[in-house]
C-alpha cells in the first residue's frame, strides 16, 4: 500500500509543477513594438532585447525576445532583425530578387546544412522568402520570413516547439509586421 501512496503522491506533484510551469509561461505580454531606426511595426512578445552585430561593413540590427529558461514553454524565439540594403535595388525586379534569394540561402545556413525549400511570400503586401525548418528529430520548428522594402532587409523568424498550438501567436507577429512610411 505504501508504494501506491508514493506513487500518487509524486503523480500529483508532478501535474501541480507542471501546471504551475505552464501557469507562468502562459502569463506573456504582448505588445505592439515600434522601431524609429528601422522603420517597423511589429506586435510580439514585450521586454524585448536590442543588439548589433557587425559582419565587416554590414550592421545587422536585432530585435529579440527569448522566454527565461524556466518559462520555456511553446516558445523559443522571436526576432526581427533588419539591415541596409543598395537603395536601387527595389526599382529592379531582378535584382530584387536575386537579392531575396541569396538572403534566404544565407539564412538558411544559420539553421542546417541541408537543401531546406525557400518559397516566393509576398509578406503583409512586401516581396520576400520564407522557409520553414524541424529536424525529424529535434524538437522545434523554425520559420523564418524575409522581405525587402526600400532599402532595408527585414528578417522576421520564430522558433517555436513541436506539437505546441502555436498558430495565433506566430499568425500574430507575422500578420502584424509592417514598414513605417
Request: with cysteine.
Given at each position: 500500500?505504501?508504494?501506491?501512496f508514493?506513487?500518487?503522491?509524486?503523480?500529483?506533484?508532478f501535474?501541480?509543477?507542471?501546471?504551475?510551469?505552464?501557469?507562468?509561461?502562459?502569463?506573456?505580454?504582448?505588445?505592439?513594438?515600434?522601431?524609429?531606426?528601422?522603420?517597423?511595426?511589429?506586435?510580439?512578445p514585450?521586454?524585448?532585447?536590442?543588439?548589433d552585430?557587425?559582419?565587416?561593413?554590414?550592421?545587422?540590427?536585432f530585435?529579440?525576445?527569448?522566454?527565461?529558461?524556466f518559462?520555456l514553454?511553446?516558445?523559443?524565439?522571436?526576432?526581427?532583425?533588419?539591415?541596409?540594403?543598395p537603395?536601387?535595388?527595389?526599382?529592379?525586379?531582378?535584382?530584387?530578387n536575386?537579392?531575396?534569394?541569396?538572403?534566404?540561402?544565407?539564412?538558411?545556413?544559420?539553421?542546417?546544412?541541408?537543401?531546406?525549400d525557400?518559397?516566393?511570400?509576398?509578406?503583409?503586401?512586401?516581396?520576400?522568402r520564407?522557409f520553414?525548418?524541424?529536424?525529424?528529430?529535434?524538437?522545434?520548428?523554425?520559420?523564418?520570413k524575409?522581405?525587402?522594402?526600400?532599402?532595408k532587409?527585414y528578417?522576421?523568424?520564430?522558433?517555436?516547439?513541436k506539437?505546441?498550438?502555436?498558430?495565433?501567436?506566430?499568425?500574430k507577429?507575422?500578420?502584424?509586421?509592417?514598414?513605417?512610411?
Amino acid at each position: 500500500m505504501r508504494p501506491f501512496f508514493n506513487l500518487i503522491v509524486v503523480c500529483v506533484s508532478f501535474l501541480m509543477v507542471s501546471f504551475m510551469i505552464s501557469s507562468c509561461n502562459n502569463t506573456t505580454k504582448w505588445a505592439e513594438y515600434t522601431s524609429k531606426e528601422g522603420s517597423f511595426s511589429v506586435f510580439m512578445p514585450a521586454d524585448v532585447k536590442k543588439t548589433d552585430k557587425k559582419y565587416g561593413k554590414q550592421v545587422i540590427h536585432f530585435v529579440t525576445w527569448k522566454p527565461s529558461s524556466f518559462a520555456l514553454d511553446k516558445f523559443k524565439l522571436f526576432e526581427v532583425s533588419y539591415t541596409d540594403v543598395p537603395g536601387a535595388v527595389g526599382a529592379d525586379t531582378a535584382r530584387l530578387n536575386i537579392l531575396l534569394d541569396t538572403s534566404i540561402s544565407n539564412r538558411k545556413k544559420d539553421f542546417t546544412d541541408l537543401d531546406v525549400d525557400a518559397q516566393p511570400i509576398v509578406l503583409n503586401g512586401y516581396p520576400g522568402r520564407a522557409f520553414i525548418f524541424q529536424q525529424s528529430r529535434g524538437s522545434t520548428v523554425t520559420i523564418v520570413k524575409e522581405c525587402i522594402v526600400g532599402n532595408k532587409r527585414y528578417d522576421l523568424t520564430v522558433i517555436s516547439k513541436k506539437d505546441y498550438p502555436t498558430n495565433i501567436e506566430m499568425n500574430k507577429f507575422f500578420n502584424s509586421f509592417h514598414v513605417l512610411r
